[in-house]
């Protein structure tokens, strides 16, 4: 497994938070299916957070569901990447999981998600990889899109 580190300009000298998720690739011939916060124009390769006393893997299955209801394994033996994020006084620790279709659900998206209008969206891989190379363009103006972005770019980078 690939491990990389992102440095937010905001984080702070050490942390005292920390939060983990997954995230899953999921590819049909040349597209990549991301989440779409259609109320921000925001994308993201779909995920969240571990619940207390589940595995990774479960994770990843789990959020897949949730946000764009597939239900899914995941296709390789453990994550291939995981991505350490530090913003103010947290570490995010994201793995990325290899994952292939098995079934379709309904979609369990949280108020959160629901009120951003977050949508599930087959994206050509090339587009999927030049939305994410802007990450930089907010850097003065959105922390939040341009971490996320630098994030997504940094694992599709290393499929």
Not at 102 to 125: P, Y
Request: proline share 1%; aromatic share 14%; charged share 30%.
């Amino acid at each position: 497994m690939i491990t990389k580190e992102i440095y937010g300009e905001n984080k702070f000298v050490s942390y005292s938070k920390e939060r983990t998720g997954c995230r899953g690739i999921l590819l049909k011939d040349s597209q990549i299916l991301l989440v779409h916060e259609l109320k921000n124009d925001f994308f993201m390769i779909p995920g969240g957070g571990l619940e207390e006393e589940e595995s990774l893997e479960d994770c990843c299955v789990r959020e897949l569901q949730e946000e764009t209801g597939y239900i899914v394994k995941t296709s390789r033996d453990g994550a291939y990447l995981q991505i350490n994020e530090y913003y103010e006084d947290y570490k995010y620790i994201d793995y990325y999981y290899i994952c292939e279709i098995i079934g379709e659900s309904s979609t369990n998206l949280t108020e959160m998600e629901a009120e951003r209008k977050l949508v599930a969206e087959w994206v050509d891989f090339d587009t999927a990889l030049e939305i994410f190379s802007r990450h930089q363009e907010y850097a003065s103006t959105y922390e939040e899109k341009r971490g996320a972005y630098l994030r997504e770019y940094t694992a599709l980078q290393l499929l």
